[in-house]
C-alpha cells in the first residue's frame, strides 16, 4: 500500500509521528507492507517554500492509495496566506480531487474515561456511534460562493448550499450498508423543515430505504433535534448519515461525550474502483492546536485511532484494527491519559508516552 504522510501543522507533526510508531509495529509484528512517503503540508510549507502545495505533493496525493493526514493551520495563520494560495492546499481541494465523499467519524466512549466526560456515566455509558458526513458538496462547495460589494458600499457574503439526488443517495447508501454490519439502525439528519435541499434529502434518503434498505430502520431527525438528543441520549444513536455541514457540527459536538476532540479519528473515503479499493485519508477530528503544539502535551490517540480506520479500510485488516483498538482502550484501563483527559490527581502522560503504553498493550 502506497501511504502518503503528510502532518501538517502544530501538533499534527507531534500526534502523527505516534500514529506511524503503531504502523511501524504492524510492518515488524504483522507483516503489513507499506510504501510510505514523507512530506510538508500547510503553513509550515508556506513558511519554508513560499507554497502550502507544490505540485510534486499534489502528485504524490492524487498517487497514493491512502494518506494520514495530521493537522492544517489555524485561522490566524492562514490570513497572511493569499486566498488563491489557500486553495490551493486546502482539505477541500484533496477531499473533491479525490472525490472523498464518506467521511466516517466513530465515536465510542470507552469505560474508563468515566470521569473524563462532562456528563454522567449513566448517559456516556455503552455509546458507540458512527457519523457518515457527506463531504464533497453541500455548503463548502456550493457555488456561487464569496464576499461581494453591494451598491452602497457594504459587503455580503455568499456561500450556497446545494445538493443533487446521487450525492445524496450515494453518502445514504454508504451508510445502510454501514449499518448492516453494525446494529441496523440509521438516523439521518436534516433541516427539512427550513431548507429545500434538506427536504430533498430527506426525501432521497426515504426513497433509498423503501427501495434497497427495507431491513435496516430509518428515522429522520431535525439537525436541532440530534444536536439536544447528542447530549441527552446518545446511546440511542447508531448510524448517523448527514451533510457536510451539520456533520461537521454535529460530530465535534459529540466529542463532549467522550471529554475530548483528541479522542476523535475520522476516515474519508471515495466509492470503490473496479478492484474495490478506496481513495482514503484518515485524520485526526481535532486542528492544529498552535497554542500547545511544540509542548509534547497533545493527545495522539485521534491519530492513533485513525490508523486503526486504514487497518480496517484500507489495508483489509479488521482484526488487526480491533486488535489496535482493544490496545488503546487497555492502555487507558491502565490509566494512561494525556492532559485533556485526566480527572485532577490523575498523572499526566506526554505524547510519546501515551505512544509508548499503547505499543506496550500492542
Excluded at 492546499?89 to 467519524?105: T, W
Excluded at 456561500?159 to 450498508?177: L, P
Excluded at 423543515?193 to 434497497?212: K, S, Y
Aim: aromatic share 6%; charged share 25%.
Amino acid at each position: 500500500m502506497k501511504l502518503l504522510v503528510l502532518p501538517g501543522d502544530g501538533v499534527g507533526t507531534e500526534v502523527t509521528e505516534q500514529g506511524l510508531r503503531v504502523l511501524d509495529w504492524f510492518a515488524r509484528h504483522r507483516g503489513l507492507a507499506l510504501d510510505i512517503t514523507h512530506r510538508t503540508f500547510g503553513m509550515e510549507n508556506w513558511r519554508r517554500h513560499g507554497t502550502m502545495m507544490p505540485d510534486e505533493t499534489w502528485a504524490r496525493i492524487l498517487d497514493a492509495d491512502a494518506i494520514l493526514f495530521g493537522a492544517t493551520g489555524s485561522l490566524d495563520q492562514a490570513a497572511a496566506v493569499p486566498p488563491e494560495e489557500r486553495r490551493k492546499g486546502s482539505l477541500l481541494r484533496m477531499r473533491g480531487a479525490l472525490d472523498l465523499f464518506a467521511n466516517l467519524r466513530p465515536v465510542k466512549m470507552p469505560a474508563a474515561l468515566a470521569e473524563a466526560s462532562p456528563y454522567k456515566p449513566r448517559i456516556t455509558e455503552h455509546v458507540d456511534l458512527i457519523f457518515v458526513r457527506e463531504l464533497t458538496a453541500g455548503i463548502y462547495f456550493g457555488e456561487p460562493r464569496g464576499v461581494e460589494t453591494l451598491p452602497d458600499g457594504t459587503k455580503r457574503g455568499i456561500n450556497t448550499h446545494s445538493y443533487t439526488e446521487a450525492q445524496i443517495t450515494r453518502a445514504a447508501r454508504f451508510a445502510f450498508e454501514l449499518a448492516r454490519t453494525r446494529r441496523n439502525h440509521v438516523t439521518s439528519v436534516d433541516k427539512a423543515n427550513v431548507m429545500e435541499a434538506g427536504a430533498l434529502w430527506r426525501q432521497v434518503v426515504g426513497a433509498l430505504h423503501a427501495r434497497e434498505f427495507p431491513d435496516v430502520t430509518l428515522e429522520h431527525m431535525l439537525a436541532d433535534n440530534c444536536a439536544m438528543q447528542l447530549a441527552r441520549n446518545p446511546r440511542r444513536f447508531d448510524v448517523i448519515v448527514t451533510d457536510n455541514l451539520f456533520g461537521d457540527l454535529l460530530s465535534d459536538a459529540a466529542g463532549a461525550i467522550i471529554g475530548s476532540l483528541g479522542m476523535l479519528p475520522s476516515a474519508s473515503l471515495s466509492a470503490p474502483d473496479a478492484a474495490g479499493r478506496r481513495r482514503a485519508l484518515y485524520e485526526p477530528v481535532h486542528g492544529s492546536a498552535p497554542d500547545i503544539a511544540g509542548q509534547g502535551v497533545a493527545n495522539p490517540l485521534g491519530s492513533i485511532l485513525s490508523v486503526a480506520l486504514l487497518l480496517r479500510w484500507s489495508a483489509g485488516r479488521p482484526e488487526d484494527a480491533a486488535h489496535l483498538e482493544a490496545a488503546v482502550e487497555r492502555a487507558l484501563a491502565q490509566g494512561a491519559r494525556t492532559g485533556d483527559i485526566a480527572a485532577p490527581g490523575e498523572a499526566v502522560l506526554t505524547t510519546a508516552q501515551m505512544g509508548d503504553a499503547v505499543l506496550a498493550c500492542l
